[in-house]
């Protein structure tokens, strides 16, 4: 009888370095790396790519992907990814915030970014608290969501509401694409690794700043296994942020970018 021909389902991608991952198990940081990863290497850009990496769990991301890095100031990687890719116009720049760096201390260069149209590409990663220092209330905190600052869950005649970012870049006329996907699912992460990709080819296509928002989890500051957190993230933040892509150049249908 012949041996039966080896057949590859999986290899790791080039993308990613061999660094084991300083991740808690079951964080969705690791899934959202290998999604960048993977679509970088598939679009052939692993070489011309710039990150611009945040604070907080992320921080130290740049020892796990494959490409050239510079590390930000908390919520600045919007500001330094604009003078990356004006100063490196043909290079593929993204910026990988979580919801604490982006949607609080950052919110104004994201803001910025967005409204000047930079060409520039930001992975928004949302588990709706800080994680890294401890899980305090984010901006992106749910109402009735309890973490370490809000004990008795959060409430919006004290602190307001969750700030929807997909939905909010999606009103800006510089953002040329914005989508929101999620990690809660294989189905969910490959949707998502769809949004990241096109995402970076609205880049290159020069049409302007694109955002795709991830909604991820935190097992160890959520208190959940990781198995239950994917659970919570399908129950409690898919319904309450908007999901999909909520604007896509005009240019890709086939007209005019709007
Ligand atoms: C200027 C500045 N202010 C505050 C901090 C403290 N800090 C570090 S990480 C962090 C929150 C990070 O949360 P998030 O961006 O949601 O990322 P996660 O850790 O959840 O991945 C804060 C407030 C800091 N490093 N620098
Ligand atoms: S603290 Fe939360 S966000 Fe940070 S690595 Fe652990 S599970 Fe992930």
Known sequence: MPEAAEKCVFKPTEGLTEKPLHYCPGCSHGIIHRLIAEVLEEMGQLDNTVGVGPVGCAAFCEQYFNVDWVAAAHGRAPAVATGVRRAVPDAVVFTYQGDGDLAAIGIAEAMHAAIR??????IFVNNAIYGMTGGQMAPTTLI?????????GRKAEETGYPVDIPKLFSEIPGAAYVASGSTDSPKAVLQTKKYIRRAFE???AGHGYSLVSVLSNCPTNWGLTPVKAMEWIRENLVPNYTMGELKVPTAAKGGEQA
């Open 117 to 122: 149209g930079e060409k520039i590409t930001t």
């Open 144 to 152: 009735g969501m309890k973490t370490t600052t809000s004990p008795y």
């Open 202 to 204: 609205t880049q290159l």
